[in-house]
């Protein structure tokens, strides 16, 4: 097995790593304020939020149906996350 | 039986006689043994107001207060009848003054059950007595208790404009904070929905025809929330063709004749009831005046037709999930 | 009850201010008050020209059912039958790894409910013949007052163990290790009664054995560092009772591996209890920085790319490479009752190295196509 640490391109410095997590968190944070900080922004009340029980609102959706996509783009493609944790692995080929 | 029908059979009404009217505790998708103990918490609330907002027991809250009338001292009550005050209080200042819990002595010049008017100059002896504006209601802020004094003797509180519903609506809300999902609080036609069907359907709710009593004038399909009728018709009597009911103006003392019944859609049984009440009131106003609160409501005029404002249905209210 | 996005007039807020008048439910977080039984079918078949490569054929089942009052519990079991074959490289069809194996997992939650928070334990589990893995996580929601706003966040951490049917490409390879953990932190929104929005950010690292065993070549590092921020938004439409669910996810990892998702699906309540939803995916990647093209060293010949370094990280496999891919998507969903909903679900896939936004896709890579049918049945108790 290749063990040799190789100090090349391939490897982001922890620096380049944490500067991506604090844009990441800048991005997040942004998207919250912009949320917040509308002017004449009335969240809605109790009775008003009929609508986002309906199974379609949901962030969720079918759970079944999330898992076989997930599972599907992360054997194909690179990324993957942003859903949850803790999902485990396999050798999708 | 399959789970389907089973659920279907859960559909359980607890009746019980309260504030001069039936009532009905419906409780639908849980079983007998789960049911009642809750029906019965709600039903000993509706009586815990009863007691404590009505002039007809000694104890209460608003006896104590006329009691005191023309007294000169104040009388300090507690929290939850300050809100109740403050709100009253805004009914007044919304109503033009019509909405006026301090009208309700003039009462007694009508005996609706006889059939009888007011005797020459009755009325104008107890008018002096009547209005908000005459009494002292004070609170240092809310949520805090308050001190109000009736000034004059034979001034009196009534909550009658308003107990009923917000009966209903603390009984809805305790029973939805022990679990509950489906069903509602009936108290003598002014209904709060605790929850929908358990299959998720709204409720069928009727308004009664304000002039044939077996008949309904209308049906709405309700998931939520609460629907309050005032008419006419609760408490009446007809002389020479002319109908004399219980809704008093309270500046002549006279009954209204503009409706013969109003029905008002709202969140809350408190808010139906103030506004179906005040609509009542305000005769000719009426429209623009709950058109301006933006709720659903049925009117049904001195002529018997019908003028209805959009009253939409939608499901049950949730909370955020990710 | 409210006319359309009028606010109430103040007697009716004024009554509903009044404590016992106007309450919201005792469980903020939506302790299940049904079960729900869902079965899943997926057929999965993947293509490059001229080859048809790997064909999955998936049952999967999900039970979600309340606990009494405060606890709820989720549990599924997949089991993937996966047949076919992968190239040993690039797109290479010569000499490429077959297979015909059946994978099984399974995995369990159990939540435990509060006024406006939520706590979940779960673990997972999955095995094939060459790979084992075995997962908890551990993550809890906490909402607003007046519910309107959930917090999230989560811990995971999974343990693999590698052990590829005869040693995989070079032979020796057997019994390795990976280790993952994983964390989210995120927040829901309901914006207005008719617009949900959320954005999850979560990092993961792996450890140990990250190469794919049965590719040419294959020598990744032993360390993989993922962000991902994930921004979704659900917005429903009065007018026709429709809801566009779009969402956009901005990944970065420490492979140099840049992408971004974009993903939009619009449902359409056609009546009598159907809908239907068209979906419109585009992914883009950039590649894995010892991702190397299908250029051979004239010497050594395919596999070896050009001025390939034994001792350096390397990779030919095309799912490392830079390419744009598209998602064409139908599903027919239809509630029969209160109780059953049934669904249908058909897409199409297809991956190109020159579909790739913001930059040069990867060259000499044939264009790699899947589609998917899904067919689901489910019922609430």
């Not at chain 2, 007809?56 to 300050?82: C, F, H, K, L, W």
């Not at chain 2, 809300?173 to 299959?199: F, Y």
């Not at chain 2, 309270?250 to 409706?259: D, E, F, L």
């Amino acid at each position: 097995m290749h063990e040799a640490f190789h100090a090349g391109p391939g490897k982001v410095t922890r620096q380049q790593g944490t500067a991506m997590k604090k844009s990441a968190l800048a991005t997040l944070a942004a998207c919250l304020a912009a949320m917040a900080g509308c002017a004449n922004y009335e969240p809605p009340k109790a009775w008003e939020k009929g609508n986002l029980a309906k199974p379609e609102m949901t962030m969720g959706g079918d759970a079944l149906e999330q898992r076989f996509e997930q599972h599907i783009y992360t054997s194909k493609e690179n990324a993957s996350g942003g859903y949850g944790v803790g999902g485990g692995g396999c050798g999708c080929n | 039986m399959s789970a389907r029908a089973e659920a279907q059979a859960d559909d359980l009404g607890f009746g019980f006689g309260a504030m001069a009217c039936e009532c009905e505790i419906r409780i639908a998708g849980l079983g007998r043994k789960k049911a009642e103990p809750m029906a019965r918490e709600a039903i000993d609330e509706v009586r815990r107001i009863e007691s404590k907002f009505s002039r007809y027991r000694d104890a209460s809250v608003v006896s104590r207060i006329n009691a005191a009338a023309g007294s000169g001292q104040p009388v300090e009550v507690d929290v939850e009848t300050a809100d109740l005050l403050d709100f009253a209080a805004q009914l007044h200042a919304s109503s033009g003054g019509l909405f006026d819990i301090t009208s309700g002595m003039l009462r007694q010049a009508w005996d609706f059950k006889a059939g009888r008017k007011p005797a020459d100059g009755q009325l104008a002896q107890l008018l002096p007595r009547v209005g908000w504006n005459k009494l002292r209601w004070q609170r240092r802020g809310p949520g805090q208790v308050g001190r109000i004094e009736l000034p004059m003797a034979g001034m009196e509180l009534d909550f009658g404009g308003f107990g009923k519903e917000y009966a209903a609506d603390r009984a809805a809300t305790l029973l939805q904070s022990r679990g509950v999902r489906h069903g509602m609080v009936n108290l003598g036609g002014d209904i709060r929905l605790i929850g929908p069907r358990p299959d998720g359907r709204p409720w069928v709710l009727g308004v009664q025809h304000p002039r044939h009593e077996r008949s309904l004038i209308a049906r709405i399909d309700l998931a939520d929330g609460a629907l309050a009728t005032s008419g006419d018709y609760e408490r009446f009597f007809e002389h020479d063709g002319v109908r004399y009911c219980h809704v008093l103006d309270p500046r002549s003392g006279m009954p209204v004749s503009h409706w013969q019944s109003v029905s008002v859609v709202a969140p809350a049984c408190l808010a139906a009831g103030a506004l179906t009440t005040i609509a009542m009131l305000l005769q000719g106003d009426a429209l623009a005046f709950l058109q301006s609160q933006n709720v659903g409501y049925l009117a049904v005029d001195a002529q018997g037709a019908i003028h209805r404002h959009e009253i939409w249905q939608r499901g049950e209210s949730a909370a955020v999930s990710p | 009850m409210q006319l359309k996005n009028a606010p109430f007039g103040g007697l009716v807020l004024a009554a509903m201010a009044l404590p016992g008048v106007w309450h919201v439910s005792a469980h903020a977080e939506n302790a299940p008050e049904q079960g729900l039984v869902s079965l899943r079918f997926l057929n999965y078949q993947d293509s490059q020209p001229g080859w048809k490569r790997v064909t999955v054929n998936s049952p999967s089942f999900l039970l979600a059912a309340p606990l009494g009052r405060d606890w709820g519990l989720e549990a599924t079991a997949t089991v993937d039958h996966v047949s076919g074959a992968t190239p040993r490289f690039h797109s290479n069809v010569s000499g490429a790894s077959t297979m015909d194996d059946e994978r099984k997992a399974g995995d369990l939650k159990v939540t435990r409910y509060f006024q406006r928070a939520s706590v979940s334990l779960g673990g997972a589990y999955s095995t094939e013949h060459d790979y084992l893995s075995r997962a908890f996580s551990l993550a809890g929601t906490l909402a607003s007052d007046d519910n309107n706003t959930t917090w999230n966040a989560g811990f995971g951490h999974a343990g693999d163990k590698i052990d590829p049917t005869d040693g995989g490409y070079d032979g020796n390879v057997a019994d390795q290790r990976k280790r993952t953990n994983d964390f989210i932190v995120g927040v829901t929104q309901a914006v207005t009664g008719d617009d949900l929005v959320q954005a999850n950010l979560t990092h993961s690292r792996s450890t140990g054995y990250l190469n794919d065993p049965y590719k040419a070549l294959d020598a990744r590092p032993s360390e993989r560092r993922q962000t991902a921020l994930l921004l979704r938004w659900n917005h429903h439409f009065a007018g026709d009772g429709s809801t566009l669910r779009s969402s956009y996810r901005a990944y970065n990892d420490s492979w140099q591996v840049k992408a971004s998702t974009l993903q939009l699906e619009w449902v359409k309540p056609v009546g009598g209890g159907v809908s239907l939803t068209p979906l419109l995916r585009y992914y883009t990647q950039s590649a894995a920085s010892f991702y190397a093209d299908p250029v051979y060293d004239t010497t050594l010949g395919a596999p070896f790319p050009v001025g390939w370094d034994a001792n350096a990280y390397n990779s030919l496999d095309q799912r490392l490479s830079a390419f744009g891919a598209f998602t064409l998507g139908l599903k027919l969903q239809w509630a029969v009752d209160e109780l059953w909903t049934f669904d249908l679900k058909g897409e199409a896939y297809q991956q190109r190295g020159e579909w790739r936004a913001g930059g040069e896709g990867s060259k000499g890579l044939e264009p790699f196509k899947a589609r998917m049918v899904q067919v689901g049945i489910s019922r609430k108790f």
